[in-house]
T-cell receptor, first 116, second 117 residues
Framework: AQSVAQPEDQVNVAEGNPLTVKCTYS??????LFWYVQYPNRGLQFLLK??????LVKGSYGFEAEFNKSQTSFHLKKPSALVSDSALYFC??????????????FGQGTTLQVKP | GAGVSQSPRYKVAKRGQDVALRCDPI?????LFWYQQALGQGPEFLTY????????KSGLPSDRFFAERPEGSVSTLKIQRTQQEDSAVYLC???????????????FGPGTRLTVT
């Protein structure tokens, strides 16, 4: 069965420092991977996706993610964190099971806290 | 352009009441998904429409949950005889295509927070 794991409930980082939010996945077949961000009382906003090609994917707001097939990971990164990056981050994998409707399977989420 | 909208944003229902949650997807988006997000959890899939056809309802937790999209645009998620365990945020998402074609990203609405008392 497909699954996504985000091993950290919370990540704390100082403003200006690099940040990493971890994600590992388990899928059959080629993975289609996504990162979303959720601000309080708002829906999920798409950040970036990996379909194929370069292992380093660039997305919105200066975020990027590194796909590592051997480690089945898709960690979210940013070179210099902003206080406004503080939010809840979700990693997701597109379901490739029977039916293949394109539904997403989400991790539990990681709260990113950036302190000034 | 306009994103995905949902109404109401908040709904309080007494146990046993029926509720209806509305989703207006992005114009032209063929695929529409409903997810349920419990407090402190990631969203979990409920059901999927391609145009007006409900192609996957495997995530609906019970027969009290019903969804429709009669004209292939607006969708309604209905919950009958609500129970306390139905309390959650219900998210709607739309995308250009959802099947085994190119994996377009899904665009999410702000959600409806349902509280059953």
């Amino acid at each position: 069965a497909q699954s996504v794991a985000q091993p950290e409930d919370q990540v704390n980082v100082a403003e200006g420092n690099p940040l990493t939010v971890k994600c590992t996945y388990s899928v059959s077949g080629n993975p289609y991977l996504f990162w979303y961000v959720q601000y309080p009382n708002r829906g999920l906003q798409f950040l970036l996706k990996y379909i194929t090609g370069d292992n380093l994917v660039k997305g919105s707001y200066g975020f990027e993610a590194e796909f590592n097939k051997s480690q089945t990971s898709f960690h979210l990164k940013k070179p210099s964190a902003l206080v406004s990056d503080s939010a809840l981050y979700f990693c997701a994998v597109r379901d490739t099971g029977s039916g293949n409707t394109g539904k997403l399977i989400f991790g539990q989420g990681t709260t990113l806290q950036v302190k000034p | 352009g306009a994103g995905v909208s949902q109404s109401p944003r908040y709904k309080v229902a007494k146990r046993g009441q029926d509720v209806a949650l509305r989703c207006d997807p992005i114009s032209g988006h063929v695929s529409l998904f409903w997810y349920q997000q419990a407090l402190g959890q990631g969203p979990e899939f409920l059901t999927y429409f391609q145009n007006e056809a409900q192609l996957d309802k495997s995530g609906l937790p019970s027969d009290r949950f019903f969804a429709e999209r009669p004209e292939g645009s607006v969708s309604t998620l209905k919950i009958q005889r609500t129970q306390q365990e139905d309390s959650a945020v219900y998210l709607c998402a739309s995308s250009l295509v959802g099947l085994s074609n190119a994996p377009y990203e899904q665009y999410f609405g702000p959600g409806t927070r349902l509280t059953v008392t």
